[in-house]
């Protein structure tokens, strides 16, 4: 592995996903560290873009996807962003289904005080790859008890 990219390889048990650049600044994403979960995504931006606080605002990656069936891709936060900016990824985590093959964009929202500027070429978002299963619904007249019962948000404590 070169130049501090670690890209898991076909053999050791890596997913295949075809990736397709749309945009010329489009850098294909990459794995930070060996044990990494998620890869980097990157702005593919022409210029940078200011994001108010509060504001949103949806950054090109400049990449389109091909994940085999049976998988999805996550599109989650960047904790440095997050930490230092208040700036996460709003629908986080976003979903990219097997059948999409259009353009990986990411809803960013700035959630601190200050306004937060993404330059062409930083780093936005990771993407995790993960196995889907797919439920089947069978509907009934009651469901099996638990101890938890249908007690909802916070029931189970702090």
Do not use: K
Not at 46 to 61: A, L, M, S
Not at 93 to 100: E, Q, S
Not at 108 to 130: M, S, W
Request: net charge positive.
């Amino acid at each position: 592995m070169t130049g501090g990219s670690h890209q898991p390889a076909a053999a050791a048990g890596g997913v295949p996903v075809a990736v397709r650049r749309v945009h010329p600044r489009a850098q294909l994403p990459r794995y930070a560290t060996e044990l990494a979960a998620g890869c980097d995504l990157v702005a593919a931006l022409d210029e940078p873009v200011r994001i108010p606080p509060g504001g949103t605002c949806r950054v090109p990656t400049g990449l389109a996807i091909a994940l085999p069936p049976g998988y999805e891709a996550q599109v989650r936060p960047r904790s440095g962003w997050a930490a230092r900016h208040g700036l996460t990824v709003l629908n986080a985590p976003g979903t990219i289904d097997a059948d999409y093959r259009g353009e990986i964009q990411v809803l960013l929202v700035n959630l601190g005080r200050e306004p937060v500027t993404v330059a062409p070429g930083d780093r936005i978002a990771q993407l995790v790859v993960a196995p889907v299963a797919r439920a089947y619904f069978v509907e009934v007249e009651s469901l099996p008890p638990t101890p938890r019962g249908e007690g909802g948000f916070g029931s189970t404590g702090r």
